[in-house]
């Protein structure tokens, strides 16, 4: 694991190809340094430098390092995933997390949606080798990254229980059947929508709405951004999703078929959740982005 708090320009690299959280934006002229936001410099390194120290074995199981680049003083609202050769790199920025939509937990979220890029395989960008598609990342995020760097703090994840939103809380009641695991689900989901409000300050569409799912269903899996109703409905989704997951797999990567291929889709359906093992709208990935073939 490489760690590289930096506070200048972001180090050059080469690589193939990159992965973004947000599309570009003019955001970064609203930010302010000095201004008290809900995410400080000194939680902005804790989040990075504990994901890193939890992800980091993991990305080295798929024979890769990870690098942590944390550029505090960086203005830019976004955050990156790239890769140079066998280092695999995740590049978070301060005017992101300076954002007043964004909260400590929202920006661990970022983190975790950047390593979904890498790890949390089909559906894969078109044409491209590593990185997953947009929705397939915010999916991992909630499904799989935050449940593991926040499964054991139990006293942090109560404190939800009684804040959340009713359609929340009654959802992730339905599903987790632990007072535990329901904390955990409601502490992601309110997570997820600092990350709402974060999209939709760009502008695209209406505040996102936990009671207000997007009707629209797409006939073409969509790979870059949705919209920001869209997002918070996968990210709600990934919370709810209690399929297993097996962090030595990236599923359908590398497919004999070919990672947009079905059967790269069939593989990858038995670490989401879907129709197969029985698991229910609300659970798997909404279809405003995601149109399944098989």
Same mark, same amino acid.
């Given at each position: ?17 990159? #992965? ?31 994901? #890193? ?146 999209? #939709? ?5 209406? #505040? ?87």
């Amino acid at each position: 694991m490489k760690i590289t708090l930096i506070a200048g320009v972001l180090l050059g690299m080469i690589h193939s190809g990159f #992965a973004k959280i947000l599309p570009d934006n003019n955001l970064h002229l609203e930010d302010n340094l000095k201004a008290v936001n809900q995410v400080t410099e000194e939680d902005f390194k804790r989040i990075t430098g504990e994901i #890193a120290d939890i992800y980091s074995p993991i990305v080295a199981l798929h024979g890769a390092s990870l690098n942590m680049i944390a550029d505090w003083k960086d203005s830019t609202v976004n955050a990156y995933a790239s890769r140079s050769g066998k280092t695999w790199n995740v590049k978070m920025f301060g005017g992101l997390a300076r954002r007043k939509e964004t909260t400590p937990d929202g920006f661990a979220l970022v983190v975790c949606h950047e390593l979904g890029h890498h790890l949390a395989g089909f559906p894969f960008y078109r044409g491209g080798d590593w990185a997953a598609s947009e929705g397939q990342s915010d999916y991992f995020a909630t499904h799989v990254c935050a449940r593991r760097i926040w499964s054991r703090q139990a006293e942090e994840n109560a404190k939800y229980r009684n804040i959340v939103n009713k359609t929340v809380k009654e959802e992730c009641d339905r599903v987790w059947h632990s007072e535990r695991a329901q904390d955990l689900c409601y502490r992601i989901s309110f997570a997820s929508m600092s990350l709402g409000s974060l999209l #939709a300050s760009l502008g695209w569409d209406a #505040a996102p709405a936990f009671d207000t799912p997007s009707s629209y269903e797409i006939s073409t899996t969509l790979t870059s951004h949705p919209q920001a109703q869209c997002r918070l409905d996968t990210y709600f989704q990934g919370s709810l999703c209690n399929q297993g997951y097996d962090i030595t797999i990236i599923p359908g990567r590398s497919h004999a078929d070919g990672q947009e291929s079905e059967g790269a889709e069939l593989d990858a359906a038995l670490y989401s959740c879907s129709g197969f093992e029985g698991h229910d709208k609300r659970q798997r990935r909404p279809r405003c982005w995601f149109a399944p073939e098989i």
